[in-house]
Every structure is written in structure tokens, then in C-alpha cells.
């Protein structure tokens, strides 16, 4: 083994565990506890050998590691839910472009995107319906810790274009989509008026409220296209 190849093993050690103690103060669901400290923790090492320390994508780095934290912790209502939904298309972004550098295998790569998806849409959902002292706790951290503070810039984004997942409704199927969009759902045996506020930036999950935006439903595109195909979900008359 090389000097060069000695040293980055030395330093990839170093910044797992230091990494590995960060997510343990404050708390980490373990599939994304295992992707910080196996493949994170391997990018945060080229980059310290790469530049040190003290160059903008080492710090860049940390800072995606704890806006992911913050954006899985429980949000104290609906201000925080939507911070939260502004900022995922960004912090997915730098996800995805990290996972593109370190070579990670799609399949690998979608499943956790695809579970993030639905841990978002869970956070948002119990954000919506917070209610004081009754929030179940995903990690550690509030939305009150240094943690978010450190990453307002990915926090104070505008929020997403619009987005059409679907070129119109094709045998039943599910039909095209925009946030804003009112949906009539059957439960518990009566259709509810409900609004789609949110689609996920990988096109995954499904947030709609009710239209005073409290009451949260979260659908995957599976279990919405099923619901239009039976009609238990259909397109209200636009506004």
C-alpha cells in the first residue's frame, strides 16, 4: 500500500467516526445513517485530500449532511413543513450529484432516493398536523437547532415550477398533475375534497391537504394511479 493510499485510509476512518458521532448526537434513521457513514463519509475524503479542510466543498459537504438531518427531524407546523418542501429540490440535488461522483450503483442509489421520499412526505404530512406535544420524533434534532440554522441557504428557496408528471389520463391511469390541482377522494365511504400540495422532486410521493391546507394525505404514485383507475379519486372542476 501506498504512503498516499495509507494516509486517505487514515483520513476516510477519521471522518467516519467523526461523522458516525455527529449522527448519533442528533439522531439519524439507520438507512441514512449507513449512507452518510459509508458513502458521505468516503466523498468528504477525497475532498480533504483533495483540497483540505477548509475549501467550500468540505464545508458544502457538511452542510448537505445537516440540512438532511433537519429536513428529517419533526416540523412544528405548517411554516416549517413548507421551509422544508422548499428546500428538497436543492438538497436532493446535491444528493444525487454526490452519489453520481462516488459511482453509486442506480439500484442502490434509487432505493434510497425512493425511501427519502417517503420519509419527507411523512415529516410534511405530521408538520401539517402538528399539534403541541403530540409529534412522533424521527431524529434528534428541531427545527430550532443550530443544524438548520447552518444550512439557510438551502432553506429559503422558492418553491418549485409546477410540475406535470404525467401525459394525460391513459386507460384509467393517473391522470397529469400540478400542485394546486383539487381531487375528490373516496374515504371512509364519502369523496373529500382535497388539494394536491405537493409532488415529490423525484415524482415518487404525493401531498395533498384539504383546502384549508391542514388534514394531510400522502399517496405513492402506485397507490394514486390505483385510486384514479377504480374511481376513487378523480379531478374536481377547476376554481
Not at 61 to 86: F, Y
Not at 125 to 147: I, K
Not at 162 to 185: F, Y
Amino acid at each position: 500500500m501506498t504512503e498516499q493510499r495509507a494516509n486517505e485510509q487514515v483520513v476516510y476512518a477519521r471522518i467516519r467516526a467523526e461523522m458516525a458521532t455527529h449522527l448519533q448526537t442528533h439522531g439519524a434513521p439507520d438507512e441514512i445513517h449507513d449512507f452518510l457513514t459509508r458513502h458521505w463519509a468516503r466523498l468528504m475524503t477525497g475532498i480533504y485530500m483533495a483540497k483540505g479542510n477548509q475549501d467550500a466543498d468540505w464545508f458544502a459537504g457538511w452542510d448537505t449532511v445537516n440540512a438532511l438531518l433537519w429536513s428529517l427531524a419533526p416540523k412544528q407546523g405548517r411554516d416549517d413543513a413548507e421551509r422544508m418542501l422548499r428546500m428538497l429540490p436543492t438538497l436532493l440535488e446535491r444528493l444525487h450529484e454526490g452519489c453520481a461522483a462516488l459511482a453509486i450503483p442506480d439500484g442502490e442509489r434509487d432505493a434510497l432516493f425512493e425511501r427519502l421520499a417517503m420519509m419527507h412526505a411523512a415529516v410534511a404530512r405530521e408538520g401539517l398536523r402538528y399539534q403541541a406535544g403530540l409529534m412522533r420524533t424521527m431524529t434528534h434534532l428541531s427545527s430550532g437547532d443550530d443544524v438548520a440554522d447552518r444550512s439557510a441557504d438551502l432553506a429559503e428557496l422558492t418553491p418549485p415550477p409546477a410540475e406535470v408528471v404525467d401525459a394525460g389520463k391513459i386507460n384509467g391511469g393517473l391522470p397529469a398533475l400540478k400542485p394546486g390541482d383539487r381531487v375528490l377522494i373516496a374515504l371512509h365511504g364519502r369523496d373529500r375534497l382535497m388539494v394536491l400540495n405537493w409532488i415529490s422532486p423525484v415524482g415518487g410521493m404525493y401531498l395533498f391537504t384539504n383546502e384549508h391546507g391542514l388534514d394531510a394525505l400522502t399517496f405513492t404514485r402506485a397507490r394514486l394511479t390505483e385510486r384514479f383507475r377504480t374511481g376513487q379519486a378523480r379531478l374536481a372542476e377547476r376554481a
